[in-house]
């Protein structure tokens, strides 16, 4: 009856880009009505390589929301939440943390990769180093199966799942579910300069937000083949952005396809099909420029959205965090309110001969 | 006209002993008029090295209550609280976490020595190896300025120290005071057998609930000086267990010297130092055991106390967090609810100006 729960989000360090919409936000809007979709608006997690700049972090928790909503997220179908928001998600952290070693976070390849990225060297801020275990929290606080992830994220969820099964063999039972990664079959999208990465901070993006003259500039200075200088020169597609820009975004697959033989065989200018694509582009991003747009003329809407799907997120996340809490038989102050006068005495008298055996 | 405020605890993982009462008890209840005294109940930090036995670590919050009002801790004037009800203390740890490198983690004096004689080796939890940024985190959540520590966890209030100063340096202002540690003039008490440390796991402890019988075996058995055989003996008074207990619980210091004296010349024998230091133990003990039956009888005051204490510490905890996350700028959600529209275009507006310059 009840539909799976799907756990995905964002740092919120920069309004978002085509690659979000290619790599994440297609799939979400895809999977709102089948699926329970939770999106973390992650200020928290942004702040783990941003510390020296909370006000960034904070000043893009309304770019990333208005990103959602322009697009078209529905915040009736998908809950919107702020990370910062749900103090549950960083308590089961501080839980998790203790079930997992510091050598077995070094080990997780994502996070080597992303301390070579961002040249931390020894000098990792330690929150950087235990995020494995706040995105376990995240997920699980949720009680998601399905985490839609990038190929390269994909062993954050096994770290997930070895949490959860060491958190269930402690409280000897399934008091957590593990998840499910999908990894989507299209790939990251690249940069308009053809890097591996389309990032804000690499200067390739074309975000979701673009003018008609951002597109168009952005377009024609796209990475094609260097080799192919004359239109009647045989052109590569292998590593050809505008290709797999289309690859990505046009629907018209037998058309690419045709386009693709002809680029290859010599004939058909880098011109042509940069005109393709823009038309593509402007018509994909000009809706979602205008709604942002009339979106950002009513704030106070945007923030309700948000208000509101953290309440919801609050509830979710405190239940789950309880749950954990008391499965793990954790000292509860609440039960033992109603506890009886008799129930108390027996523990005490218990506790008292226990002492010598332990 | 506010006191200054004192953050003290102790991890629930067995009752409280002489050990406690001679390091920190005793310190604690002189302070608890000149001080706002916080005692914490820290059940998630026993966590980090006993995650494998959380029932243990649930069980003693009764166990160290207990301890606390029956030596005289007052809940009107010292506020007992649970850590694991405290949110605030999770979100301001991985707010910190952020702020500590794994390297300065690992470089902590404390940390060092205590992984080596739990043995953990490379496999640490990361729970334990970030505990001196959940401990920072329980001093400035209290506001503290004033943490009795024993000698070796001073580095861990250095540590605490340089993580306010990043936070204040982030936030622009001394939102957090720097704490300063007291370091007990009397030292760690030794266990009945000599070894330096009394713990409930080395079997060497007098526990402050022991029955007068064990009161009696454990001075009997206590480690004196194995070359005093013969009554007219000199004996050696350094490393003698029964002197230096002597030192810490006998109000009659001159007696201690004389009787120090007399047992290096020769001619006082090991009984009659056992005998002394045994009547002044049964005495010390004796009201505490008592009161401590007595109290144990009422369970639901006990936990009525922590309650109590704990919703106040939870106003208190919160409010810093607020107050930090706020001075750092993080996203509210609350102040931006009655935020005019006008103000929040203003905002949007600059959002967008500001994407490019970043």
């Given amino acids: 009856m009840s539909k799976p729960v799907i756990l995905t989000g964002d740092r919120t360090t920069g309004p978002l880009h085509l690659g979000h919409y290619a790599g994440s936000l297609s799939t979400r809007l895809r999977l709102q009505d089948s699926h329970a979709q939770f999106l973390l608006l992650a200020d928290m997690q942004a702040l783990t390589d941003n510390a020296h700049d909370p006000a960034k972090v904070s000043r893009n928790v309304l770019e990333v929301a208005l990103d959602y909503l322009a697009v078209g ?18 308590e089961l952290t501080m839980l998790y943390l203790n079930f997992v070693t510091v050598a077995r976070l070094e080990r997780n390849p994502t996070i080597k990769d992303e301390i070579e990225a961002r040249g931390f060297g020894r000098n990792i801020p330690a929150g950087f180093l235990c995020y494995p275990a706040a995105q376990a929290a995240d997920i699980t606080a949720f009680r998601a199966t399905v985490v839609p992830v990038g190929a390269d ?20 039972r399934a008091v957590l579910p593990e998840a499910r990664a999908i990894i989507p079959k299209a790939g990251r999208l690249p940069g308009v300069d053809g890097k591996a990465k389309m990032s ?145 005495l027996t523990e005490l008298a218990r506790l008292g001969q226990e002492f010598d055996a332990t």
Same sequence: chains 1, 2.
């Fill in 73 to 90: 997220i529905d915040p009736a179908r998908t809950t919107i939440c702020l990370q910062s928001h749900l103090p549950a998600l960083a």
């Fill in 153 to 172: 994220q994909a062993p954050l969820i096994e770290q997930t799942n070895e949490i959860v099964r060491r958190i269930n063999a402690a409280a000897g």
């Fill in 200 to 344: 804000k901070s690499g200067g390739n993006a074309i975000r979701l937000s673009a003018s008609p003259d951002e597109i168009r500039a952005a377009v024609r200075a796209m990475f094609t083949d260097p080799g192919h200088l004359r239109v009647e020169d045989p052109g590569r597609v292998d590593g050809n952005v505008v290709f797999t820009y289309l690859d990505a975004f046009d629907e018209n697959a037998e058309g690419v396809a045709e386009l693709k033989a002809r680029y290859t065989r010599g004939g058909l200018g880098d011109g042509a099909i940069k005109r393709r694509l823009e038309d593509i582009l402007q018509a994909l991003i000009a809706p979602i420029r205008e709604e942002r747009a009339r979106l950002a003329k009513d704030p106070g809407h945007v923030l309700g959205v948000i208000r509101e799907g953290t309440e919801r997120a609050l509830t979710k996340t405190e239940a789950t965090k309880r749950e954990v809490f008391n499965a793990l038989g954790l000292f509860r102050l609440d039960r033992r309110k109603p506890a009886g006068r008799e129930e108390a």
